[in-house]
């Protein structure tokens, strides 16, 4: 475990409008108003959007599960900022759901706003955080305070692994069929790449 404390900072409140790309807009934002480190909530609604929705096996380092959605899906969300490499980097994660149907992930690389996306941005100050690359995990992982202020578990207080047997693996030619055309407007990048038109 680590940890760092700080103090609360400036708040912003922030409108997206349709048409608009959040994960685009929301950086720029941070980045106009030198936020260093923050937390970030929102809500309204993205016709469209990558998602990571889980590993495709939960092994080290994780290959990312990919989804794509559109068609306009209600949503909320929160993102975390801290500085790294190359300024700063936001860690989103979200639910969008449409029609009764629900996918829950981390939004990345494109989130189209529609109609409109409220956010609020509250910044910390005094805080002693980074992201950078963890080796093992291959991820941008945050790292929290001094090398000092890291708590370490004992190996008597490491937990005792569970081993488990393996899910089933999903047949990769088996087709998607979802209710009310879902399947024509969830696409699972990975596992279902769309059909080829003739």
């Given at each position: 475990m680590q940890y760092t404390e700080g103090q609360l900072g400036r708040v912003f409140v922030v409108r997206i409008d349709d048409g608009?790309?959040?994960?685009?807009?929301?950086?720029?934002?941070?980045?106009?108003?030198?936020?260093?480190?923050?937390?970030?909530?929102?809500?309204?609604?993205?016709?469209?959007?990558?998602?990571?929705?889980?590993?495709?096996e939960p092994v080290i380092p994780p290959v990312p599960h990919f989804v794509m959605f559109e068609g306009g899906w209600e949503v909320f969300g929160i993102g975390t900022i801290y500085p790294g490499e190359g300024g700063p980097h936001i860690h989103y994660h979200a639910s969008?759901?449409?029609?009764?149907h629900a996918l829950t992930g981390c939004l990345r690389e494109q989130a189209t706003t529609?109609?409109?996306?409220?956010?609020?941005?509250?910044?910390?100050?005094?805080?002693?955080a980074r992201r950078q690359l963890d080796?093992?995990?291959?991820?941008?992982?945050?790292?929290?305070?001094?090398?000092?202020?890291?708590?370490?578990?004992?190996?008597?207080?490491?937990?005792?692994?569970?081993?488990?047997e393996p899910l089933p693996v999903e047949k990769k030619d088996e087709k998607i069929d979802l209710p009310g055309g879902l399947d024509e407007i969830i696409r699972d990048l990975t596992r279902h790449p769309p059909p080829r038109s003739s």
């Open positions: 608009e790309d959040m994960l685009v807009s929301l950086r720029q934002f941070v980045l106009d108003k030198d936020i260093q480190a923050g937390s970030i909530t929102f809500l309204g609604a993205l016709m469209n959007g990558r998602m990571v929705t889980g590993p495709e969008v759901g449409r029609s009764g529609y109609l409109i996306i409220e956010a609020v941005i509250i910044e910390f100050t005094g805080l002693k080796i093992k995990t291959q991820l941008h992982l945050p790292v929290l305070g001094d090398r000092e202020s890291a708590i370490k578990l004992t190996d008597f207080e490491k937990p005792v692994e569970k081993k488990e």
